[in-house]
C-alpha cells in the first residue's frame, strides 16, 4: 500500500489496450461496441475507490518521436493499426476520463512515457504514482516514485516500488535502462544484443553497475565471450540506451504548467450514470455511488415508460459525449497520425 495521497499519473493506450483486448466482446443492443468503454470504466472506478486521487493526469502518446525515428526508422514499425471498433470508442474514452475529472495530456514528439517522466522529474519532491503495464517506466522508480500494475486477477494493483523491482528484474530501477538496452524490446522493434536474455544482463549489472562504466572499463566482465559481445554490440546498446531512456523535460511552450496539468477535478457522478446508461454499461451502474445509481436508474424507468408509451425508441447519437469538456483537455499540438495506431495489443484478463 502507498503510505501517503501520491498524485496519479496514467498511462493511458496501455490501459486502454489493456481492457480492450481482456473483454474481447461487449456491445450495446444497436451493435456499437463497448467493451474498451466498460474495462476503462471499471479501472477508473477502481481509482477512485482505491485512492480518490486530488491529483493526477492521464497521458496519451501523439505519433512517434522524431529524434527515436532518427535514431531508429523502424522504431515501433511492426505495430499494428489500431482495431475498427477501438477507433469507434476513442473518442468517447477520452470523454469518459474527463467525467471522471482527469485532465489529457499529450504533445508532438512526446509519447506518453516522456510525458510521465518529464512531470516526475520536474517535481521531484511530490509523490507519485504510474498505473501502467510498460516496464520502460521502471527506470523512473525512486523513493517518491512507484507503479500500479492492475493485477491479473482478484482486483486492485500490484505497487512495484524499488524493492518489487529488484525482484522482478534483479537490477535497480537506475539500471533498467541499461538492462532494456541489451534485452531489446521486440514489440517496439528494438534489437537486442543475441544471445543475452534478462538472466545474462542482470548478471553483467552485478558485474559492471552501468553499461557506460563497462565500456570504460571492459575487464569489469570476467566472462570473455560476454565481454567480446558486449564491445562488438557498443553502437547499438548506446542507440537503444538513448532509445529507451525516457526524455525529463517538461514542454512548457508547448503544455499548460504542471500544476495545472496535475489539477484532478471531482468525478461528475451523474453524468458517469447518463453515460453508462447511454452505452448500456449496467454493472457499472451498479458500482456508482448511490446518488448517481438512484437518479441513473429513476431516469430509466422514466425513459422505459416512454418508450413502452411512443412505442418507440428514441434515436440515440453515438458520439453525444465527444465535445463535451474539450476546454479541458490539456493539448496544444495535434499529431499528424491517427491518436493510438502505434500502440500495441496488451494481452491479459481485465481484473
Not at 489496450?17 to 473483454?23: C, Q
Not at 481509482?47 to 512517434?64: H, L, N, R, T, V
Not at 505495430?79 to 477501438?86: F, K, Q
Not at 521502471?138 to 523491482?165: C, H, W, Y
Request: proline share 7%.
Amino acid at each position: 500500500m502507498l503510505q501517503n495521497r501520491p498524485a496519479i499519473l496514467i498511462d493511458a493506450y496501455s490501459q486502454i489496450f489493456r481492457v480492450f483486448y481482456a473483454i474481447a466482446h461487449l456491445s450495446r443492443k444497436d451493435g456499437f461496441p463497448t467493451n474498451a468503454l466498460f474495462g476503462f470504466a471499471r479501472l477508473l472506478l477502481q481509482i477512485e475507490k482505491e485512492y480518490a486521487p486530488k491529483a493526477g493526469a492521464m497521458f496519451f502518446d501523439c505519433g512517434k518521436p522524431a529524434f527515436r525515428l532518427e535514431l531508429a526508422p523502424d522504431y515501433k514499425s511492426n505495430r499494428p493499426p489500431m482495431p475498427e471498433a477501438l477507433k469507434q470508442q476513442m473518442p468517447l474514452l477520452r470523454n469518459l476520463a474527463e467525467l471522471f475529472g482527469w485532465n489529457i495530456c499529450q504533445c508532438t514528439n512526446y509519447e506518453a512515457d516522456d510525458l510521465i517522466g518529464a512531470a516526475v522529474k520536474s517535481d521531484p519532491q511530490r509523490q507519485f504514482a504510474v498505473i501502467s503495464s510498460d516496464k520502460d517506466l521502471s527506470q523512473l522508480i525512486n523513493e517518491q516514485i512507484s507503479m500500479l500494475i492492475p493485477a491479473r486477477s482478484g482486483g486492485g494493483f500490484e505497487v512495484r516500488d524499488i524493492e518489487k523491482t529488484l525482484e522482478k528484474f534483479a537490477v535497480a530501477p537506475c539500471q533498467i535502462v541499461d538492462y532494456l538496452a541489451m534485452l531489446g524490446d521486440a514489440s517496439d522493434a528494438i534489437d537486442g544484443v543475441p544471445g543475452i536474455g534478462p538472466k545474462t544482463a542482470a548478471g553483467i549489472l552485478k558485474d559492471a553497475d552501468s553499461l557506460e562504466k563497462f565500456f570504460a572499463k571492459p575487464e569489469l566482465v570476467s566472462n570473455l565471450k560476454l565481454r567480446s559481445k558486449l564491445q562488438e554490440n557498443e553502437a547499438l546498446l548506446r542507440r537503444n540506451i538513448k532509445l529507451i531512456t525516457l526524455r525529463t523535460q517538461w514542454p512548457d511552450s508547448e503544455l499548460d504548467p504542471l500544476e495545472k496539468v496535475l489539477q484532478k477535478r471531482a468525478p461528475d457522478w451523474d453524468a458517469i450514470a447518463d453515460f453508462a446508461r447511454c452505452y448500456e454499461l449496467k454493472s457499472v451502474l451498479k458500482e456508482l455511488p448511490v446518488a448517481a445509481e438512484k437518479k441513473a436508474a429513476t431516469d430509466s424507468n422514466a425513459a422505459a415508460a416512454d418508450t413502452e408509451k411512443n412505442n418507440s425508441e428514441p434515436a440515440v447519437d453515438l458520439f453525444s459525449w465527444s465535445s463535451q469538456a474539450q476546454s479541458q483537455t490539456v493539448q496544444l499540438q495535434e499529431s499528424t497520425s491517427a491518436p493510438g495506431e502505434d500502440s500495441p495489443p496488451i494481452q491479459g484478463s481485465l481484473f
